[in-house]
């Protein structure tokens, strides 16, 4: 072998593949310098980007053939996790690597996904101001006062370092200085030490940052770390509360848009300020929820004078600090022998220690959290985990009461209202094995769990589990991937499982486990609620409670009995439009195509839910000028308040996104399950595995709503609404009641979920999908074209129709007269054009099978992503089984 063949292979041997939490679907080649050691796949490593600096993880694949070896590749900065505990363990690195295929995304928002924030992304290291550091910034603020003087002086050179620092070699310059003062600043708050990244957002910007960190830590001016932030520090955090400066109803609106600016998240966090009452402070940990970039919206409200800060004490996570009730012993009770035959067969593949899928297929209230407890408490004895996926953690907290009133704090307990420290501890104690157990919404199936032996995803039919942005996973399809690659059991619990579930069953990947009955704590059963359809095209509802007579009279009677009752609409605000009685036009939102925007009262706003947008209430009609405008159908808030003006007496509380951030929804759901009111009004929310013994009586206001949407999906959505929502009822000692109010009674929906009959459902509609080759018959992928120039987005759609019907015809050509495996159906426009100032174009592709569907997308892959700039610019990505087409 020749001498330059052997410094080819020492080149290859230090290039590394990174991914790198970027939306370029590729890994990037780094050059390991000399004085760092290999790292291991999986492990975190800090690397430049262009002008910035970022976190990626260490991919076990080889680098990029084209890059290796040359001499434009940079260089790893740092490496930081340890080679015997890379940040990612095999199995999870593994898992994002399937996810990335499978989903057709980049490998570096995978990753993202299965670390905690505050671990990858930007920079993670901090620095601070050393010793020697202060001391060379007086000495030298000293000096350019003497040179001020004098200005014949040399330049300030840098006083004598540390013993083992190696001195600069060049004097201090400007941007060395405004660094040593940027971190002195920060000394002065108490703070020891500051993120690398936000040195960044300095201006004017530091030239050569990077570089000129690492010498001055060199030179001991500076020291660097990969540490977090203290952890000692005092528990505290901002908390922000609405002035009353443009504040109310009346408000000057066009004062308010030049005080918000065209940020609509920025205007919709100003909103949710404005809701709580005055003096109530919000810490940012609460307002992180629905605004994740909260500390970039804040500043301009706070210079405007619309909101203040305040630094107080950070409030306690309310899923780990529970009332003292809440620790209560859970009560024992023997398991119904359906229960004790899903358990056997559990508990054998858990003890032979071999994968198995199986649904828990149960009525509502058919006791399927004993069988998980019962199941985990198993693994646990044999020093294995377990992760409890659910649709929305904090819709649930009961089942997080429940897991802590069994298995007390080895639960750990992942939502969105976590800061980055807190979400940063859990990740840690999890991964050390100090919490065997998760709960968690989807993104908890990365939570690396040692020795994980049990999944369960409770709910399997929710929608939330499938990401509709970023990258589109499911998290119950990746569930059921990584139990498979650790011999581990996973369980799918659900009253009305998805039709991809059941077809499985039936399938044989999946077994099956059935609950039918629903046990009391004496032995005893619990009947079904009795369900009532009223016909509204018989019994007109009342156009503000939307009550029809019937189910009026029953409220009443449940009212007077001093029981509770549930109202369902799946609308929220108070009312869906506000139209122009002169000329008839609705009052849309300028940046979508939907036909108008919903009002809401309290806040005297119309609101777009597709895009967020917020505006005022016109006095007049925005296309004529008339003051003659008129509300549409009720929403959520005008039957609560129509209801409690029409029950005098009735306590009545609403339970939609409105009124349930934070803190807010567990006091909400606290103050119903006390029997602190009488009728609760709310949305999808009131179907999420809420358990309310008082509850005999569940009005549906709207049952068909959403059944005419363009999408496959809407039937089994509907059935699967209904069916939850009305399990809520008749949970404790006294029977329970269902009214459902529908202009479709013989809809098929409408009439299976009134039987209860789940099988008799699933068997029409999969025939129907059958019909159409839609899943689980078919596979489906979806490509979606968007960007805010009309004519670009059509010519790029366009050109990914004719290249996707190219790859068909070849697949078609293989297949040597068969059917075409693959139907490219459009270009078109998506059901909603237009959000948020982008057009929508869409082409779907549909296949029997699944492997030339995946050929397809293999190829197409590199077509896909971000093309252009600026304004003209388009973005095509792929969600491949989607659950939604709108």
């Not at 001498?3 to 970027?22: C, F, G, K, L, Q």
């Not at 740092?78 to 015997?84: G, I, M, S, T």
């Not at 044999?382 to 080895?410: H, M, S, Y």
């Amino acid at each position: 072998m020749s001498e330059a063949d052997d410094n080819d292979d020492d080149e290859r041997a230090t290039t590394i593949s990174v991914a790198v939490p970027v939306a370029l679907d590729r890994g990037f080649s780094y050059r390991l310098p000399a004085d760092l050691a290999p790292p291991t796949p999986g492990s975190r490593v800090v690397v430049p980007f262009g002008r910035r600096v970022l976190v990626g993880v260490v991919r076990r694949q080889p680098a990029d053939a084209f890059s290796e070896g040359g001499p434009r590749l940079r260089e790893i900065i740092d490496v930081l996790d340890p080679p015997q505990r890379p940040a990612l363990g095999d199995d999870l690195l593994d898992l994002c690597e399937w996810i990335a295929d499978y989903y057709v995304s980049p490998i570096g928002e995978v990753c993202r996904l299965a670390l905690p924030g505050a671990s990858m992304g930007v920079d993670a290291r901090r620095a601070a101001l050393s010793e020697a550091g202060r001391a060379a910034l007086q000495a030298t603020s000293g000096e350019l006062l003497a040179a001020a003087s004098s200005p014949s002086s040399p330049s300030p050179s840098p006083p004598p370092s540390s013993a083992d620092a190696q001195p600069l070699s060049r004097p201090l310059e400007d941007a060395d200085l405004r660094v040593l003062e940027r971190l002195a600043e920060a000394t002065s708050k108490r703070r020891e030490a500051i993120a690398v990244a936000s040195l960044r957002k300095l201006s004017p910007p530091i030239p050569a940052l990077l570089r000129r960190l690492e010498e001055l830590a060199e030179a001991g001016l500076v020291t660097l770390d990969t540490g977090e932030a203290d952890a000692h520090a005092a528990r505290t955090e901002p908390h922000y509360r609405r002035t009353d400066r443009l504040r109310g109803a009346s408000t000057d609106e066009p004062a308010l848009r030049q005080a918000v600016g065209r940020s609509k998240q920025r205007r919709a966090l100003l909103d949710a300020l404005e809701l709580h009452p005055p003096g109530v402070w919000t810490p940012l940990s609460q307002l992180r929820g629905p605004f994740p970039r909260a500390r970039q919206l804040l500043p301009p409200l706070l210079e405007a004078g619309l909101v203040i800060e305040e630094q107080r004490l950070r409030e306690l996570d309310p899923f780990a600090d529970e009332p003292a009730d809440a620790r209560e012993a859970d009560p024992e009770f023997d398991l119904t022998d359906e229960q004790d035959r899903a358990l056997a067969s559990l508990l054998e593949a858990l003890a032979a220690r071999r994968y198995r899928s199986t649904l828990l297929h149960g009525v509502t209230g058919s006791g399927k959290t004993e069988v998980y407890m019962r199941l985990i408490a198993a693994a646990r004895a044999e020093g294995g985990g377990a992760i409890i996926l659910v649709p929305e953690i904090a819709l649930t907290p009961q089942l997080a009461r429940r897991f802590r009133q069994r298995f007390g704090d080895e639960v750990a307990v992942l939502h969105s209202g976590l800061t980055d420290r807190q979400r940063l501890d859990s990740w840690g104690h999890i991964r050390a094995g100090r919490r065997p157990i998760v709960i968690g919404a989807r993104s908890a199936i990365f939570a690396p769990v040692p020795a994980l032996r049990v999944i369960v995803v409770d709910e399997e039919h929710d929608g939330s589990f499938k990401q509709e942005e970023g990258v589109r996973y499911n998290a119950r399809d990746v569930a059921m991937v990584r139990a498979r690659s650790l011999d581990a059991v996973v369980v799918l619990g659900s009253a009305t499982p998805s039709l991809e579930s059941w077809h499985n069953v039936h399938e044989g990947r999946l077994g099956l486990s059935t609950l039918t009955r629903r046990p009391d704590l004496e032995g005893g059963e619990r009947a079904l609620p009795e369900v009532e359809v009223v016909s509204l095209r018989e019994h007109m509802p009342d156009p503000d409670t939307l009550l029809s007579a019937r189910l009026r009279q029953r409220l009443i009677e449940v009212v007077n009995a001093g029981e509770q009752a549930i109202l369902f609409l799946n609308r929220r605000g108070y009312t869906t439009a506000l139209s122009c009685k002169t000329c008839g036009s609705l009052q849309q939102c300028p940046d979508c195509s939907a036909p108008s925007m919903t009002y809401h009262l309290s806040r005297n706003r119309l609101v777009c839910h597709l895009c967020g947008h917020i505006e005022a209430a016109p006095k007049r009609c925005l296309a004529c000028g008339s003051a003659e405008l008129e509300h549409g159908a009720a929403g959520t808030e005008r039957v609560e308040t129509a209801i409690a003006a029409d029950l005098p007496g009735a306590r009545v509380l609403r339970l939609d996104r409105d009124t349930s951030r934070g803190k807010a929804l567990l006091d909400l759901l606290g103050r119903f399950r006390r029997r602190e009111a009488d009728v609760i009004v709310g949305t999808q929310m009131l179907s999420k595995g809420h358990d309310f013994p008082g509850v005999t009586l569940v009005g549906v206001l709207r049952a068909d709503h959403g059944l005419a949407l363009p999408d496959f999906r809407s039937t089994e959505r509907v059935f699967q609404l209904l069916t939850q929502v009305a399990g809520r009822a008749g949970r404790g000692d006294r029977p329970g009641r269902v009214v459902i109010q529908t202009w479709a009674p013989d809809h098929p929906a409408i009439r299976y979920a009134r039987e209860h009959d789940y099988e008799g459902f699933a068997a029409y509609e999969l025939a129907a999908r059958a019909r159409a080759g839609n899943p689980p018959i078919g596979h489906l992928a979806l490509l979606r074209i968007s960007g805010e120039v009309r004519g670009r987005v059509d010519a790029r759609a366009g050109e990914l129709g004719h290249f996707a019907r190219d790859l068909a015809a070849r697949v078609a050509g293989d297949q040597m007269g068969v059917e075409p495996p693959i139907v490219v159906l459009g270009p078109v426009d998506s059901p909603i054009e237009r959000i948020n100032r982008r057009h929508r174009v869409q082409i779907l592709l549909r296949s029997s099978s699944r492997a030339p569907l995946r050929w397809v997308l293999k190829h197409l892959r590199h077509r896909l992503g971000s093309e252009g700039h600026g304004a003209k610019s388009t973005i095509a990505r792929a969600d491949v089984d989607p659950y939604g087409l709108l």
